[in-house]
C-alpha cells in the first residue's frame, strides 16, 4: 500500500486499508511495523493563499525611489515582515520598522 501511494499513505491511511481487506489492527501496531521497517509518509504540505490582489487597485508608490541608504537617523525607515516557522506548522509573521541610517529596529 505505501509504495503504491508512492510513499504519502501513512499510519492513518494504511491502518484504514487493512482494516477494509479485513484485518484486525490498531494504529499504534500500524506504526511500529512500519518504524521497523523504515517506511515513513511524505508529508504535502498545502499552500495556504494569504493575500487576494484587487487587481482594480492602484499600486503604491515607491516613495524611496528603491535607495535604501540615509545620511540622517529619523529620515528614511523601511518596513519588513517575515515568517518564523514554530512547532505544529504554523507560522508567526513579525513586523518591524528600520531606520535606514542607524539599520536599528524603530518599531
Request: a positive charge.
Amino acid at each position: 500500500m505505501h509504495l503504491e501511494s508512492d510513499g504519502t499513505y501513512g499510519v492513518p491511511r494504511i491502518t484504514a486499508e487493512l482494516r477494509e481487506e479485513g484485518e484486525r489492527v490498531n494504529h499504534k501496531q500500524t506504526a511500529r511495523v512500519m518504524r521497523s521497517i523504515g517506511l515513513t509518509d511524505v508529508r504535502l504540505r498545502r499552500r495556504h493563499r494569504t493575500t487576494i490582489a484587487d487587481p482594480a487597485a492602484a499600486k503604491a508608490p515607491d516613495l524611496i525611489g528603491r535607495d535604501f541608504t540615509a545620511s540622517e537617523t529619523k529620515t528614511k525607515y523601511a518596513g519588513d515582515i517575515t515568517c518564523l516557522q514554530l512547532d505544529g506548522g504554523k507560522c508567526l509573521y513579525p513586523a518591524t520598522v528600520n531606520d535606514l541610517a542607524s539599520r536599528r529596529l524603530a518599531g
